[in-house]
């Protein structure tokens, strides 16, 4: 079993930058690939980026694609989010999430999720 948690999240001004991070509790953290995905009130969650166990493949949704950026510290059990160039659009909630699947891009490929962080950037 493995539990997330999110912080960071909280209010940004567009063309600024936030940062979140994502804490697992499990030491198996290293093997799992990790995931972000968000989702604004009344649409489905939807995929962010994804990073592998080890850090060094990632993958972006064409959405933030060149403004943010998946990294991870495994000695830290912990997966990072840096938002640049923040757009209104970007306001939803975060979501990590941990899974054995490669390349994943469906909240089914991932078995474990954490409770999510607002984020709300104002124009």
């Known amino acids: 079993q493995v539990q997330l948690v999110e912080s960071g999240g909280g209010l940004g001004q567009a063309g600024g930058s936030l940062r979140l991070s994502c804490v697992a509790s499990a030491r198996t953290f290293g093997s799992y690939h990790m995931g972000w995905f968000r989702q604004a009130p009344g649409k489905e969650r939807e995929f962010v980026g994804t990073i592998n166990w080890i850090g060094r493949n990632t993958l972006y949704a064409d959405s933030v694609k060149g403004r943010f950026t998946i990294s991870r510290d495994n000695a830290r059990n912990t997966v990072y989010l840096q938002m640049n160039s923040l757009k209104p659009e970007d306001t939803a909630a975060y979501y990590c999430?941990?899974?054995?699947?490669?390349?994943?891009?469906?909240?089914?490929?991932?078995?474990?999720w954490g409770q999510g962080t607002q984020v709300t950037v104002s124009s």
């Open positions: 999430a941990a899974g054995s699947v490669w390349v994943p891009r469906r909240p089914i490929d991932f078995d474990y």
